[in-house]
Structure formats: C-alpha cells, structure tokens
C-alpha cells in the first residue's frame, strides 16, 4: 500500500501550510500514523506521530510548537498543520504508517510509505 501525501507547495518563511495523508481506497486502516521529511543532501528525519487514539503525540524538537499533528478516523486521514514555517523545513514530506496503535519515533516501525510532498520555504 502506498500512502498518498498531498498539500505541499512553495511559501515564504512564516507562512502556513498543511499536509494530508490518506491511503489509496477505503480496504486499508491507517493505525500509527508519523511525518518524516528528508532535505537535499541529508537524511530523512522524524517530524512527527500519531498513535491511532489520537494520543500520544510525538514531534521533533526543531517543529515543536509550529506543527502539530491530528488525524480524522473516520476519514482515515492524518494531517499535518505546519505554521511559521522556515527555510531549514524546506524537503519531501512522506507519511508513513504503522501496524500498531500506538505510535513511535523509529522509521523502522512503519511499514507502509508514500511517494512523498514537496514543501519549499524561501526565505
């Protein structure tokens, strides 16, 4: 199952934006649910988690703050509210889900990944 992340786009610093991510048909359930993104020349980093609760919650220290988390069962879709945005968030987006209820930091926990959104902060 690939996941589908949409919503990414060019903003200036201290702009909004908000990613969603939701998986392709109505046969797969996201669960755990997290954001990771990867910048040009460097490795792909957490950003945050969802367990499939709602709670807990898990955020990088860089977006604490300015991004936050939510999710909408019943539309089986998980967003991702990014406001102040700055130019060292600029990178692809991929949401990523998990087989457990609760969620995790770890990549390695998420099983199921998508093609990922672009998101540009000029400064």
């Known amino acids: 199952v690939q996941l589908q992340a949409s919503g990414g786009g060019l903003v200036q610093a201290g702009d909004s934006l908000g990613l969603s991510c939701a998986p392709p048909g109505r046969t797969f359930t996201l669960y755990a649910t997290a954001w990771f993104r990867q910048a040009p020349g460097k490795e792909r980093e957490f950003v945050a988690a969802i367990s499939w609760s709602g709670r807990p919650t898990y955020y990088a220290d860089s977006v604490k703050g300015r991004f936050t988390i939510s999710r909408d069962n019943a539309k089986n879709t998980v967003y991702l509210q990014m406001n102040a945005l700055k130019p060292e968030d600029t990178g692809v987006y991929y949401c990523?889900?998990?087989?457990?209820?609760?969620?995790?930091?770890?990549?390695?926990?998420?099983?199921?990944w998508g093609q990922g959104t672009q998101v540009t902060v000029s400064s």
């Open positions: 990523a889900g998990g087989r457990s209820w609760i969620a995790t930091m770890s990549d390695r926990e998420y099983d199921y």
